[in-house]
């Protein structure tokens, strides 16, 4: 009996970062969402926020190394960052979540640690390393996971920043095929915004139809509409 108790509460513990993961592709995504039309500082104390509140739910589940560790970096992030920019705060802890990596990169924790640094380096205007860090965390997502589906999303953002467009289009179209509704309502924005950019008016106008049919509350589609209007 007692081997039975052993083996429901580690099923329980293996089950768990799927939750975390959820949850701190979720906060990344609203910090992403909200970097633009927000100040600078806001976009960086939600970042903060994530990864303090991802190590915080995951320490009263059970006790792992490696967000441990994710949660000292994002500490020492969010105090390099209230004395200093954006790229000297990251540079200051780069090292740091390169440990992380290092140790633990095959682990929940520091899969979601890359997230958080490709986050951060998308709003330190580091698209390039940001790219090389979302394409790094998409292999460790399963297919049709909403974990995945931000990585696309944040890659869609970081390509766009670096003048691809095309690459991003690839990246925001893989996310329509996925299960969750405000990154595919995101998605069809971006690509109408990147048609419309690279003149692909077709299929701009594909975009901008389904956002109006699928998602006809998506504050987004009428800006588009009024552009595309005027």
């Known amino acids: 009996m007692a081997q039975k108790r052993i083996s429901r509460a580690r099923k329980r513990d293996l089950e768990q970062p799927d939750e975390f993961l959820s949850l701190t592709s979720r906060l990344l995504d609203k910090a992403r969402t909200h970097w633009k039309p927000f100040s600078a500082g806001i976009g960086v104390l939600l970042v903060v926020l994530a990864g303090v509140l991802v190590a915080g739910y995951f320490s009263e589940k059970a006790e792992d190394k490696a967000f441990v560790l994710l949660n000292q970096t994002m500490g020492r992030y969010a105090a390099e960052r209230a004395s200093q920019d954006a790229q000297k705060a990251l540079d200051a802890v780069t090292p740091?979540?390169?440990?992380?990596?290092?140790?633990?990169?095959?682990?929940?924790?520091?899969?979601?640690?890359?997230?958080?640094?490709?986050?951060?380096?998308?709003?330190?205007?580091?698209?390039?390393?940001?790219?090389?860090?979302?394409?790094?965390?998409?292999?460790?997502?399963?297919?049709?996971?909403?974990?995945?589906?931000?990585v696309w999303s944040g890659l869609g953002y970081a390509q766009a920043a670096?003048?691809?467009?095309?690459?991003?289009?690839?990246?925001?179209?893989?996310?329509?095929?996925?299960?969750?509704?405000?990154?595919?309502?995101?998605?069809?924005?971006?690509?109408?915004?990147?048609?419309?950019?690279?003149?692909?008016?077709?299929?701009?106008?594909?975009?901008?139809?389904?956002?109006?049919?699928?998602?006809?509350?998506?504050?987004?589609?009428?800006?588009?509409?009024?552009?595309?209007?005027?």
Do not use: C, H, W
């Open 96 to 150: 740091d979540f390169e440990n992380l990596f290092a140790k633990y990169g095959d682990r929940q924790g520091g899969m979601a640690g890359r997230l958080m640094f490709a986050q951060l380096n998308y709003q330190a205007g580091r698209a390039e390393v940001a790219i090389a860090q979302y394409t790094a965390a998409a292999k460790g997502f399963p297919e049709g996971s909403y974990a995945l589906s931000a």
């Open 162 to 230: 670096d003048g691809k467009p095309e690459d991003a289009i690839k990246s925001f179209s893989k996310i329509i095929a996925g299960q969750d509704t405000v990154l595919k309502a995101d998605a069809l924005y971006q690509l109408a915004l990147l048609y419309r950019k690279t003149g692909q008016d077709d299929e701009y106008g594909k975009s901008l139809q389904a956002l109006r049919d699928e998602y006809p509350g998506f504050m987004y589609a009428d800006m588009l509409t009024e552009l595309t209007d005027g």
